[in-house]
Structure formats: structure tokens, C-alpha cells
């Protein structure tokens, strides 16, 4: 089993900046890919940022320039940067880890991201 816990989320203006981090521990497969998805009351969660364990990033086109994914694989920790905010990147910040060559497909309990105008 695979446990993830989220931190960093929290109230911030916009144009601000904020740090997530998401720990993962437990049975942790490699390789794979972690990372960020954003819901908003009545829509569906949607990519934010993923990073592999090789390194390669993907970014929804909407916080491309803006945010920027990066990992600890030693301490198995994915940090989203989030820069620039504006109040339409507000909503819960789910972590996710998926391995990519075994089933498997881990949330985390998510954090809440309010940006202001």
C-alpha cells in the first residue's frame, strides 16, 4: 500500500506564490509518476503537473510558465512551485502516484489552494 501526505496549501493573493510538497512512503514501485491534479466544486480533477522518475515533466497548458514540478526521488517527495497565481488555480491539490509498469493508481487526502483578487 502507498501513502501519500500533502502539504503546503493555504490562503494566498494574486500574483503570489505558494510550495506544495507530497510525501509518499509505503510500497513505492518503481518506475513511476507522481503528481499534482486540481478540482473545483462540480468538475472533474484535472492534471496541474506530473513529473517521472526519470525526470520528464508534462504540464496543463494553463500553468505552463507559471508552475514548475520537481522531485526528490531519494525521499520519494514531488514539490510543485506555483508562481504567478491567479484566483482560477484556486481549488483542492490532490497528489497522485501511479507506477507505470504494474496496476496501482494512489491518491492523496488533498489540500485546499484559495488564490485572491
Known amino acids: 500500500q502507498v501513502q501519500l501526505v500533502e502539504s503546503g496549501g493555504g490562503l494566498v493573493q494574486a500574483g503570489g506564490s505558494l510550495r506544495l510538497s507530497c510525501a509518499a512512503s509505503g510500497s513505492i514501485f518503481r518506475p513511476n509518476v507522481m503528481g499534482w491534479y486540481r478540482q473545483v466544486p462540480g468538475k472533474q480533477r484535472e492534471l496541474v503537473a506530473t513529473?517521472?522518475?526519470?525526470?520528464?515533466?508534462n504540464y496543463a497548458d494553463s500553468v505552463k510558465g507559471r508552475f514548475t514540478i520537481s522531485t526528490d526521488n531519494a525521499k520519494n517527495t514531488v514539490f510543485p512551485q506555483m508562481n504567478s497565481l491567479k484566483p482560477e488555480d484556486t481549488g483542492v491539490f490532490y497528489c497522485n502516484l501511479r507506477p507505470t509498469l504494474r496496476s496501482g493508481n494512489y491518491w492523496g487526502q488533498g489540500t485546499q489552494v484559495t488564490v485572491s483578487s
Open positions: 513529473i517521472t522518475t526519470g525526470g520528464s515533466t
